[in-house]
């Protein structure tokens, strides 16, 4: 399992990777971890967010269906939805094969000028702690 570290993440499994600013917001690319995808299996369905809708850090804004099961997509910041990641409805399959890249599930628009929305989040070490210690 590869957990970059140039991103921060959850401990829900959800990754979050700054895109940069346009001047009144960052805008936070998301998607899930290496170790979910693997954990859920071939993925077959995503249901995302629409463009617009606002959401809140730990609350679910989507989900991913496997042949296993389904599960919860949490937002890791809050902001509103700018993107959706629109070529995973007719190829879901994207995430397991690239999860940190082609894979993204959402853009999020976090107001304000500035600072670090997702520096709160785990590290790379730190979430890897939280995978090896499930």
């Known amino acids: ?6 991103r921060r993440y959850t401990e829900q499994h959800e990754w979050a990777l ?5 001047g009144t917001s960052t805008v936070v690319r998301v998607g899930i ?8 299996g071939d993925i077959v369905f995503v249901q995302l967010p629409e ?3 606002e959401v809140a850090p730990g609350t679910p804004m989507g989900e991913v269906e496997s042949t296993k099961s389904v599960s919860d997509v949490y937002a890791p910041v809050a902001g509103v939805v700018a ?3 629109d070529r995973l409805g007719d190829a879901p399959e994207t995430i397991n094969a690239d999860p940190y890249g082609e894979g993204w599930l959402v ?4 107001p304000g000028e500035g600072g670090d929305p997702i520096g709160q989040l785990l590290d790379a070490d730190a979430y890897q ?3 090896e210690g499930s």
């Open 1 to 6: 399992m590869s957990t970059p570290d140039d």
């Open 18 to 22: 700054v895109q940069g600013t346009d």
């Open 33 to 40: 971890t290496d170790h979910a995808q693997d954990a859920l």
């Open 51 to 53: 463009v617009g809708a």
């Open 83 to 85: 993107a959706v990641n």
């Open 107 to 110: 853009d999020i628009a976090v």
């Open 129 to 131: 702690a939280v995978v």
